[in-house]
């Protein structure tokens, strides 16, 4: 079916366009990511969200870093000693609670009721 829509027989949705872009992006910018698992225990002291993953693979380039993509959670950050930049993919099922809670210690995730 995505193979139809991403030929224009039938319109993509924001979130199957933005999915191809990623599948595209992913396979120019290769030579930057390696694939591992996202450190939710370490502790940063900003979390910065990125737009995309061609801005998040700019962030390595200048940090001299590479991308980890955690495919399992849809989820590409950029370490950086007291930073971690992040990229979620609209799909990710950790998306939500990345967007909401980047900041959050967790000691103050503990204390949200959800």
Do not use: C
């Not at 495919?71 to 099922?93: C, E, R, W």
């Amino acid at each position: 079916m995505l193979g139809f829509r991403y030929r224009g027989y039938i319109e993509l949705t924001d979130e199957e366009r933005e999915l191809v872009e990623i599948t595209q992006a992913r396979q120019r910018f290769n030579e930057w990511i390696s694939t591992g698992e996202f450190p939710s225990e370490r502790e940063y002291d900003e979390t910065v969200l990125v737009d995309d993953l061609e801005g998040l693979v700019d962030v390595a380039i200048d940090t001299n870093k590479r991308v980890i993509e955690d495919d399992q959670l849809g989820v590409f950050t950029v370490l950086d000693d007291a930073y971690i930049y992040i990229y979620v993919q609209p799909d990710s099922a950790a998306r939500d609670w990345l967007v909401n809670y980047a900041d959050t210690t967790i000691d103050e995730f503990d204390d949200y009721e959800f």
